[in-house]
């Protein structure tokens, strides 16, 4: 394992990134409702314009991405104590089938709490797969009884909330 790194990805890596999401998509037997090209172009354009608020890291082997991990960055109301506050997400984070159960997720996961530690997050959370769970939890995240979670309601369009 010593021939992989864990970098933050540079825009010449990011069509890489695209090709993971999309293996992943089709990997769990989804449906793309894009061309294949027309999501790459997305993403690095999303990416570009999304640089303040998302980090990815990339697992690299041999000049090859074979993993990714993105960080969401959330900015915080401020307090009397803290003026400047921020907490961050964990978001797709995925290793190639071959590369699985090898530890590199594991190493993937403790990069990002160390990017966000040095970006001096409060809190990282994450919204995991079934299968991730234990991953998460050998990294130190930990179900807490104070963070909860719930489904947007759709609302009428004339039931909106005036600026």
């Known amino acids: 394992m010593d021939d992989v790194t864990i970098r933050l990805a540079t825009p010449a890596d990011l069509p890489a990134v695209a090709a993971l ?3 992943w998509l089709r990997e769990n037997g989804d449906t793309p409702a894009v061309e294949r090209q027309e999501f790459a172009a997305h993403l690095v354009a999303w990416a570009k314009d999304n640089e303040a608020t998302h980090r ?3 697992l690299v082997r041999d000049e ?3 993993g990714m991990a993105w960080l969401a960055l959330v900015q915080r109301v401020p307090t009397p104590q803290a003026l400047s506050r921020r907490s ?3 978001q797709c984070v995925y290793v190639i089938p071959g590369e699985r159960a090898s530890g590199l997720g594991g190493r993937l996961i403790d990069a990002v709490l ?3 530690g040095e970006l001096r997050l409060e809190r990282v ?3 995991s797969t079934f ?3 234990s991953a998460y939890c050998r990294g130190g995240f930990a179900a807490s009884p104070r963070l909860l979670q719930a489904r947007p309601r759709l609302s009428d369009p004339a039931d909106t909330i005036a600026p």
């Open 21 to 23: 999401r999309w293996e």
């Open 56 to 58: 990815c890291l990339v």
């Open 64 to 66: 090859v991405v074979i």
């Open 88 to 90: 961050g997400d964990v």
């Open 114 to 116: 160390a990017l966000a």
């Open 125 to 127: 959370t994450v919204h």
């Open 131 to 133: 299968r991730g769970i």
